[in-house]
T-cell receptor
Framework: TQLLEQSPQFLSIQEGENLTVYCNSSSVFSSLQWYRQEPGEGPVLLVT?????EVKKLKRLTFQFGDARKDSSLHITAAQPGDTGLYLCAGANSNSGYALNFGKGTSLLVTP | NAGVTQTPKFQVLKTGQSMTLQCAQDMNHEYMSWYRQDPGMGLRLIHYSVGAGITDQGEVPNGYNVSRSTTEDFPLRLLSAAPSQTSVYFC??????????????FGEGSWLTVV
């Protein structure tokens, strides 16, 4: 199992602040996905990054895949209460096929 | 479009009992899988299937069986429930096994408590 370490584990901020969540591994992944999970629901895919150094933007969310494809970051600009949730990163490689390795998640709380 | 449907939503079992968690998808996806989510552990893969009649083990398969007789259904069977199997179970499906460019859809989860 290839470990994905997410940091921070918990984050509580006020509306309007910026934040960055990190996903790190010692292993190389062919692709990496970010999910958001709300209480009582399943994870929902936000983005998939494939190329080293790739940057993708989804409204106020910016995702980056490290050059060596071992790490990724999620940056949220001007956080809103609706951003509250558990953010999960998941990596896959050609050897694991369909299997995704998930990080333990970052629990984000944005208060008004 | 129902997506991925899991039943039951909640279940309490006694140690040693058996049960089946149902999962169905209406998107004609070839790939289906089961994960369990425990506090502080993230999601861990139990079993997966790349098509009807084909299944394989994931990271934590012990104590669980699966079968894939149709494209739509992928039930997860607990043979003899143990307290260590108390968890939230998620079924997922996708069109293909290639992660890049492929969306994986998760069900809403099944909360299982073994006492």
């Amino acid at each position: 199992t290839q470990l994905l370490e997410q940091s921070p584990q918990f984050l509580s901020i006020q509306e309007g602040e910026n934040l960055t969540v990190y996903c790190n591994s010692s292993s190389v992944f062919s692709s990496l996905q970010w999910y958001r999970q709300e209480p009582g629901e399943g994870p929902v895919l936000l983005v998939t990054v494939v190329t080293g150094g790739e940057v993708k933007k989804l409204k106020r969310l910016t995702f980056q895949f490290g050059d060596a494809r071992k790490d990724s970051s999620l940056h949220i600009t001007a956080a809103q209460p609706g951003d509250t949730g558990l953010y999960l990163c998941a990596g896959a490689n050609s050897n694991s096929g369909y299997a995704l390795n998930f990080g333990k998640g970052t629990s984000l709380l944005v208060t008004p | 479009n129902a997506g991925v449907t899991q039943t039951p939503k909640f279940q309490v079992l006694k140690t040693g009992q058996s049960m089946t968690l149902q999962c169905a998808q209406d998107m004609n996806h070839e790939y289906m899988s089961w994960y369990r989510q425990d506090p502080g552990m993230g999601l861990r893969l139990i079993h997966y299937s790349v098509g009807a009649g084909i299944t394989d083990q994931g990271e934590v398969p012990n104590g669980y069986n699966v079968s894939r007789s149709t494209t739509e259904d992928f039930p997860l069977r607990l043979l003899s429930a143990a307290p260590s199997q108390t968890s939230v179970y998620f079924c997922a499906s996708s069109y293909s096994g290639t992660v890049s460019g492929n969306t994986i859809y998760f069900g809403e989860g099944s909360w299982l408590t073994v006492v």
